[in-house]
């Protein structure tokens, strides 16, 4: 339910159809797609999606012929709906703010010349190699569908975690991220606060018994792709034991 609140919050999606994707979808299920009434709802969602970047939202989009995931069958009905309306959806690598970086990747590995020194091909007889694999993706079983259990097992063991989201990732938003750590039901040590880098604001935190959430400002998907500094000193307090810094 995160990303579809996050959609209609950042104004991606109409009140109308927030509503009906909330009436017509069971997110405790698990298959939330199941009925076609929510199924519509859904791939209209990804449809408004399909005209930015979700992951994200405010840099520009890619518009010289693409390889990568970002294309119209992980937005359709025929697509991304197709693949039995699961939770699941086909992970994108970000490249910061080249929005074509994924396109180079794959004229890269399509290189006869790099195959051939991969040892994938003889560099003649060329395989072609995508970013992504929707056959794989589907397929694969050795996944979890929540990593609660995993926070919850770490936490329980004494482990220091920090978990971070980009503000501007509408993939894996800041809404669903804090709607889990919710369901980990977990007791405040410190309460939501700004932290800082070269005296700006970089971004908010909270502290939890066990746990550390932290929001980078302006951030997408791949955080350190957008914000490589500010992400150095965040795992440099990570590293010293510190908090996030909280000081200009």
Not at 11 to 19: C, F, N, T
Not at 83 to 93: D, E, S
Request: proline share 6%; glycine share 6%.
């Amino acid at each position: 339910m995160g990303f579809v609140d996050y959609a209609w919050s950042h104004a991606v999606i109409s009140d109308e159809l927030h509503r009906e994707i909330g009436e017509s979808c069971d997110f405790k299920s698990g298959d939330p797609w199941k009925n076609q009434t929510c199924g519509d709802a859904v791939d209209e969602l990804h449809a408004q999606y399909h005209k930015i970047d979700m992951y994200s939202l405010y840099t520009p989009v890619c518009f010289a012929p693409t390889f990568s995931c970002s294309n119209d069958n992980q937005y359709s009905t025929q697509g991304f709906m197709s693949y039995k309306r699961t939770v699941k959806m086909m992970p994108r690598i970000m490249g910061g703010f080249d929005p074509c970086l994924d396109d180079y990747a794959t004229a890269f590995y399509n290189r006869p010349d790099v195959q051939k020194a991969l040892h994938v091909s003889n560099g003649h007889s060329i395989k072609n190699w995508s970013i992504c694999n929707h056959h794989i993706f589907c397929h694969w079983k050795d996944s979890m569908p929540s990593v609660i259990p995993i926070y919850r097992k770490l936490i329980s063991a004494g482990l220091r975690i920090w978990v971070y989201s980009g503000d501007t990732d509408g993939r894996v938003p800041v809404l669903s991220t804090i709607y889990c750590l919710r369901a980990l039901n977990l007791r405040i040590t410190k309460t939501w606060r700004p932290w800082y880098h070269d005296n700006e604001v970089s971004g908010w935190f909270q502290e939890y018994e066990g746990l550390t959430f932290a929001t980078f400002r302006g951030a997408g998907h791949d955080v350190p792709s957008f914000k490589p500094s500010n992400s150095l000193a965040f795992f440099s307090s990570f590293l010293l034991g510190q908090s996030p810094p909280e000081t200009k």
